[in-house]
Each structure stands twice: as C-alpha cells, then as structure tokens.
C-alpha cells in the first residue's frame, strides 16, 4: 500500500495535475483566486497602491504585456504597499506585484519582464496545477493515515494556493514565455 502510494504521488498525481489543470472551469479558478486574493490582502494589511499616476503607468504596462500575451482583459493585476520584494500570480487571472520588488527593478523593463513571467505562470495554469497535486497528494496521505473527511486536504490545498512554489519546469517555462512576450 505505501509503494503504490508513493507511485502514485510522485508519478500519478503529477500527470492527473498536468491533465486536470487546463479543464478547471474559470468559474472556478476564479472563486480559489478570490478565496486566495482576501488571504494576500490579510497577509499584506488589506489593501493596494493607488496613486494616480504610478497606477497609470503600471496599468498601461500590464495592459500592453497582457495583449501581447494572449490574456483577455479580466486578468488583473496590481501592486500591494508592502517592502517584501516579490511576484504572484493566483488562480482566475490575478497578478499581484510587491512594492518592494518594484522599488528594487531599475528600469520599467524590469518590471515587464517580471509581470510577463507572472502572467505565463496564469497562460500555464501552473497555480492550479500546484494545487490539483497539493491537494491531491494530502488527500491521498490523509486516507492512508485515516483523515477520511479530507479535512487536512482542504486546508493543505487553500494554503498552496498563497504559498506557491513552482516546480524548476514550470518556472523555466514561465521565463520562456516573458522572452517571448518581451
């Protein structure tokens, strides 16, 4: 039982993952990205950068990597007043850039070139597929430790979603996808 446990864990989950993510309805992606979004906003004290002018200029720039990318115009993105130098995306077209990472970029190309990688992660579905495996892999291990609620799955998945790591794949094919857009 332990052997075909991790067979499937490490070669099952990964391939259901892969299969599963780009059928999960936008409906859907949507309501986890919400979910998520007022997680980030606790996380981060609640709210987003809104001057005037600094969010004109960010939001021609995602409009215009956004375009070119192939992404409609409900991805949304913006920047959250906190000095933590980082980029998400979430699930349902959400791209959220860290001040701090903005602070630190030198030029506005910088700046595109890391929302292009954020939104090849959205064109990849990469935050789904983290979360397919996440949640899968713990239900799998919370039947075989008896969790036959699936309890430990729920709140094991809801976390992957704000504490995204992606795999050396997909984050190469993420860099892959802002070259491109750049």
Not at 35 to 52: L, M, R, S, Y
Not at 80 to 93: D, I, Q, R
């Amino acid at each position: 039982a332990a052997a075909s446990l991790v067979a499937v864990v490490l070669f099952g989950m990964p391939l259901a993952a892969d299969r599963l993510a780009p059928l999960v309805p936008e409906a859907l992606q949507k309501r986890i990205g919400d979910a998520a979004e007022v997680q980030v906003k606790a996380i981060f004290g609640g709210g987003t950068c809104n001057d005037p002018a600094g969010q004109a200029a960010f939001t021609k720039l995602v409009t215009q990597i956004r375009d070119v990318a192939g992404l409609d115009a409900s991805v949304k993105s913006a920047v959250v007043p906190t000095a933590v130098p980082n980029a998400f995306a979430l699930p349902g077209g959400k791209v959220y850039m860290l001040k701090g990472l903005l602070d630190k970029a030198e030029s506005p190309d910088e700046v595109a070139g890391i929302l292009a990688h954020e939104f090849g992660h959205l064109k990849h579905h990469d935050n789904m597929r983290g979360l397919i495996y996440n949640g899968g892999t713990s239900f799998l291990i919370g039947l075989l430790f008896g969790d036959v609620t699936g309890s430990s799955a729920v709140i094991f998945a809801s976390r992957s979603v704000v504490e995204a790591s992606y795999s050396r794949d997909a984050e190469t094919a993420a860099d892959t996808f802002a070259i491109e857009m750049m």
